[in-house]
T-cell receptor, first 115, second 109 residues
Framework: GAGVSQSPSNKVTEKGKDVELRCDPI?????LYWYRQSLGQGLEFLIY????????KSGLPSDRFSAERTGGSVSTLTIQRTQQEDSAVYLC?????????????FGPGTRLLVL | EDQVTQSPEALRLQEGESSSLNCSYT??????LFWYRQDPGKGPEFLFT???AGEEKEKERLKATLTKKESFLHITAPKPEDSATYLC??????????FGSGTRLQVQP
């Protein structure tokens, strides 16, 4: 595809419900990242996938958050038992390779609101 | 721990009034410094990558420079369409980028 795509664009849910956010990276990109952007805050790293290697989950804020990447392409971020503090924009990025010198290209984000 | 500080937090310019945005960083082994532009309701859009001190890159009215401690994004004769939040990020020892909080730029006609 032309760029990173994410769905849904917006999600409103009730506290305690589970949500799934989807990311489709740029074709051929081996690395995929999830970040969270809260109002007025910088981007906060959540999780990183590179090829077939074990993901780097060091940024996940709690065990309610999990992510998977199927077939080295599409990724799903799942938040269980959502809380109001989970409200934020969830951004996905991909890069050609996995080093931190690689340019990351971002999707449009999913705006999550937990009521 | 890698850290990025951007200043000012917000900047209001008149059309044609040139200025600079600052990005100060501390990182264990800089692999790359990245500038992004973010419009309201959208994801960050890549602008530049700088890899070593002394490097400069230009695109239209924007010019990014890099020293060992900071980077500047110079905006020459800005137009209203340059209004956005500009984000700076560093790539260091870990795979993920470390971002600053951004500078909100408003250019008035």
């Amino acid at each position: 595809g032309a760029g990173v795509s994410q769905s849904p664009s917006n999600k409103v849910t009730e506290k305690g419900k589970d949500v799934e956010l989807r990311c489709d990276p740029i074709s051929g990109h081996t690395a995929l990242y999830w970040y969270r952007q809260s109002l007025g805050q910088g981007l906060e790293f959540l999780i990183y996938f590179q090829g077939n290697s074990a993901p780097d989950k060091s940024g996940l804020p709690s065990d309610r958050f999990s992510a998977e990447r199927t077939g080295g392409s599409v990724s799903t971020l799942t938040i269980q038992r959502t809380q109001q503090e989970d409200s934020a924009v969830y951004l996905c990025a991909s890069s050609l390779g996995g080093g931190s010198q690689e340019t990351q290209y971002f999707g449009p984000g999913t705006r999550l609101l937990v009521l | 721990e890698d850290q990025v500080t951007q200043s000012p937090e917000a900047l209001r310019l008149q059309e044609g009034e040139s200025s600079s945005l600052n990005c100060s960083y501390t990182v264990s082994g800089l692999r790359g410094l990245f500038w992004y532009r973010q419009d309201p309701g959208k994801g960050p859009e890549f602008l530049f990558t700088l890899y070593s001190a002394g490097e400069e890159k230009e695109k239209e009215r924007l010019k990014a420079t890099l020293t060992k401690k900071e980077s500047f994004l110079h905006i020459t004769a800005p137009k209203p369409e340059d209004s956005a939040t500009y984000l700076c990020a560093v790539g260091g020892g870990r795979r993920a980028l470390t971002f600053g909080s951004g500078t909100r730029l408003q250019v008035q006609p």
